[in-house]
């Protein structure tokens, strides 16, 4: 049986759109700009089975060092509060996310206020915090679907998903130069619609999930 070629041509945009929406790393231009350079990430697991980008100098051994000076979680660039995304909001999921991640480092090392010449130095930032609709679903890219998924969108009635960017590294106290580098995409709870405020809820449960990562993290790659 032949196909209308206008269906089949919104078939084939479908599994485009889809394989637009299962992206689970950072893509580049979500780089924020807080590591410098980004060229030498790549895509690795994580101990929960996450996927994440991360680059390890080949000559880290963490026995060298005797603790982390661990600076607290900042916004970077510093985001722009809206009706949507408060600024208690902003302020609330910072100080969790901080909370989690500086329990997390403790794991590894004693956590110290000043540098010794066996120290690391621990710097990490939230460098995007997106509320995006929902991906389209299959079904949706008939033509008159589309149109209604287009109108929901306009009337604010349409699903969005939360998005948490991370980005972090290790700094050698001695040479200054990073001996770590990660970028980590997270997704949150699925918010009803762009009329619902997000919330530290919204975005715990991955922030738990990477903390828990990061607590469990071993440079040659084995996982306690």
Known sequence: MNMNPVINIAIFTGFLLL??????????????????DYSKLKEMKTSSGAPELRWVDPNFNQENYDDIVYMPVIYYPEPK????????????????T???????????????????????????????????????????????????AGLENVTGHRTEDTHLYFEAELIDVQTNKPV????????????????????????????????SDIANFSPEGKYQ
């Open 98 to 148: 901080n909370q989690q991640v500086k329990n997390a480092i403790a794991k590894h090392k004693p956590l110290v206020t000043t540098a010794g010449p066996r120290s690391l130095i621990f710097k990490s930032a939230i460098t995007g915090v997106d509320l995006s609709k929902e991906g389209l679903q299959f079904y949706e890219v008939v033509p008159a679907a589309l149109l209604v």
């Open 81 to 96: 509060a809206n009706t949507q995304v408060g600024q208690q909001a902003l302020d609330n999921i910072r100080n969790y």
């Open 19 to 36: 394989a637009g929406c299962t992206s689970k790393i950072a893509k580049p231009e979500k780089y924020s700009g807080f590591l410098g």
């Open 180 to 211: 770590l580098k990660l970028v980590r995409k997270g997704e949150g709870e699925t918010i009803p619609n762009q009329s619902t405020p997000l919330t530290t809820q919204s975005v715990k449960i991955l922030i738990n999930k990477m903390a």
